[in-house]
Every structure is written in C-alpha cells, then in structure tokens.
T-cell receptor, first 116, second 112 residues
Framework: DGGITQSPKYLFRKEGQNVTLSCEQNLNHDAMYWYRQDPGQGLRLIYYSQIVNDFQKGDIAEGYSVSREKKESFPLTVTSAQKNPTAFYLC???????????????FGPGTRLTVL | AQKVTQAQTEISVVEKEDVTLDCVYETRDTTYYLFWYKQPPSGELVFLIRRNSFDEQNEISGRYSWNFQKSTSSFNFTITASQVVDSAVYFCALSDGWKLTFGTGTRLTIIP
C-alpha cells in the first residue's frame, strides 16, 4: 500500500528536550512538507523540501529543524528553542511535475505532541 | 499576501439535509490552485478536490459538488443528502508557491 506514515502517533516531551518526529513516504514523491495545526486553526507550514539534501523554511520555522537525506524520509526535530511546541504535526508529500503550486499534497496521519 | 477565509466555524445539520461550506480567497496571482480537504476525527487530512484558476466549471462527485466563481473569489463546497460519515472538519486551501495557505476550517456535524 502506498502512503505516508508518521510516528509516533502520540508523543510526550518534557520541557527542554529535543524530540524528532518521523515521516516516511513510499509514493515516490519528490516534495515533502511539515505543517503544524493548533486547535481551531488552519495548518501552517514549518519546512518543505523539493529534493534530497535541500529544504526551505516555511512560515514558522523557528525552533524546528529538518533533514532530507533520503527521498522517502523527512524527519522533523522540535528543539527546546520552540516556545510552544504542543500541537498536531502533519507531514505531506507531493510530486513536482505540474509546477509550482499545482501538485496535490497528500497527508500522513499526524503526530500529536504534548509538552509536559 | 494570500488569504483564505472560511467564515463558518461550525455547522450542524440533520442527516439527509444539504449543506454548503463557504470559502473565500484572496490572491494577486493569475494562476493559482484551490483545494478542499476533509479532516475526520482521526486527524488525517483527506484530499477531496483540486481546481485551477482557469477552470470555472462546477464539479460534481457523487454527493459532493463544488462551485468556483472567480468574480466573487469563492470556491464553495456542497454536500447533498448529508450522512453521519460526513461529520468532520473541512479545510479550503490556496496554493502559494510551493506551500498551501489554509483557511481555519469548518466543523461540520451531521445529526442522525
């Protein structure tokens, strides 16, 4: 089955700790994205990557870091510098064949992060 | 800057009623793409439709239909004969380069 997997589903972190959220896709998509969702809000883009070993900041990148060493994987690290990390994190992927903005993004099931 | 407005925060209807979810967008681009996603209680966003700015034809897919009007910058979504399984949060989104700008969503509750 092709799709996007995120792990873990629920994650608890103590203040001051870094945590890494996993995102893997087997859709052979070139582009991958990380979004953050807060209650009652839309999704906001944290980082995105169109190609291996390259990524760009989104609207709310402060306190987060990413890597793209493999096409199918795009892990997100929430660092201790992120002031309010409790949120629902969604990973997405898409082709880039259609050109800027035209390719549909498909989403994973999400990771709910809670800072204790 | 791009903006998407979903003014209806929550809607409740009785099963089998029709319901329309509104989406109004702002962009200065002449070429853009609009999307609708469904977020059931499980949390995953499910893609429903993509529409480009040059195609104003309405689209129907089963009980779902979409009305795109550039003149009013709207891309509304109608569910006909609603069912309990339609209960979810629905998001409208606008492409902004490589990212999507999302509205704040409309929570739809179908009452059995």
């Amino acid at each position: 089955d092709g799709g996007i997997t995120q792990s873990p589903k629920y994650l608890f972190r103590k203040e001051g700790q870094n945590v890494t959220l996993s995102c893997e896709q087997n859709l052979n998509h070139d582009a991958m994205y990380w979004y953050r969702q807060d209650p009652g809000q839309g999704l906001r883009l944290i980082y995105y990557s169109q190609i291996v070993n390259d990524f760009q900041k989104g609207d709310i990148a402060e306190g987060y870091s990413v890597s793209r060493e493999k096409k199918e994987s795009f892990p997100l690290t929430v660092t201790s510098a992120q002031k309010n990390p409790t949120a629902f994190y969604l990973c997405a992927s898409s082709t880039i064949a259609g050109g800027q903005g035209s390719d549909t993004q498909y989403f994973g099931p999400g990771t709910r992060l809670t800072v204790l | 800057a791009q903006k998407v407005t979903q003014a209806q925060t929550e809607i409740s209807v009785v099963e089998k009623e029709d319901v329309t979810l509104d989406c109004v967008y702002e962009t200065r681009d002449t070429t853009y793409y609009l999307f609708w996603y469904k977020q059931p209680p499980s949390g995953e966003l499910v893609f429903l439709i993509r529409r480009n700015s040059f195609d104003e034809q309405n689209e129907i897919s089963g009980r779902y239909s979409w009305n795109f009007q550039k003149s009013t910058s709207s891309f509304n979504f109608t569910i006909t004969a609603s069912q309990v399984v339609d209960s979810a949060v629905y998001f409208c989104a606008l492409s902004d380069g490589w990212k999507l700008t999302f509205g704040t969503g409309t929570r739809l509750t179908i009452i059995p």
